[in-house]
């Protein structure tokens, strides 16, 4: 078992893997088709931040939005992980944002070209406290919510996953080998919308972690 200390996996992880359109209300919320496999992407390491530090919004963008998402924390790696044995490699999970500069995705979508700069920005990837497998039993029947300014923006269930974790965790490995303290982030309900500077995120899973951050603009 490895020394380092899983609870501060962000400190130590190589890599964020993300799946976008894992719920179908937000798919088609953006006018997307509904997937019939998962749509992956990337962000690295340095595109996390922890409660205290500011969601910044890229300069480039006018038009930055939230996706609140279950983060799936992996405890052990592999290569083509069997969806029988998957949930034996997560060591837990966290709250987590994909904050996404969404002008600049539709503009990367429409001329062909990858997310890079619409999801791998620093700051990209705010999360909450580690929460240990077992204080999430069944991590596909939680509830997350996310309110900007104390209004409520999403407010969905992971039971509405096109795409399982044992699914996800098995696809991803066959493609990419998933290593310890690597972060799979498993999509986002519908709802999501713009924020602005100096908006404050409340955001939740169920009554088992909140989180709060606040936006603004490297000066």
Request: with cysteine.
């Amino acid at each position: 078992m490895s020394a380092r200390n899983i609870a501060r996996f962000w400190e130590w992880g190589r890599k964020i893997i993300c799946v976008g359109r894992n719920y179908a209300d937000h798919a088609i919320e953006l006018k997307n088709a509904i997937p019939t496999e998962p749509v992956l992407f990337l962000k690295p390491p340095s595109a996390y931040i922890r409660e205290g530090s500011p969601i910044l919004v890229p300069y480039y963008s006018s038009n930055l939005h939230h996706e609140i998402e279950l983060g799936v924390v992996i405890g052990k790696g592999g290569t083509a992980i069997p969806q029988s044995s998957a949930m034996d490699h997560v060591a837990g999970y966290v709250l987590c944002l994909d904050m996404t500069a969404r002008d600049i995705q539709e503009e990367c979508k429409s001329k062909g070209l990858p997310w890079t700069l619409a999801k791998a920005f620093n700051t990209s990837c705010p999360i909450s406290e580690f929460i240990p497998k077992e204080k999430i039993p069944n991590p596909e029947s939680v509830n997350l919510w996310l309110k900007v300014n104390d209004n409520m923006r999403q407010n969905g269930s992971t039971s509405q996953m096109i795409f399982s974790i044992p699914f996800l965790i098995n696809y991803i490995s066959q493609i990419i080998s998933l290593e310890e303290g690597d972060l799979i982030l498993t999509g986002t309900p519908k709802g999501v919308s713009s924020v602005q500077e100096q908006d404050v995120l409340q955001a939740g899973i169920d009554d088992i972690v909140t989180m709060t951050f606040k936006v603004d603009r490297k000066s």
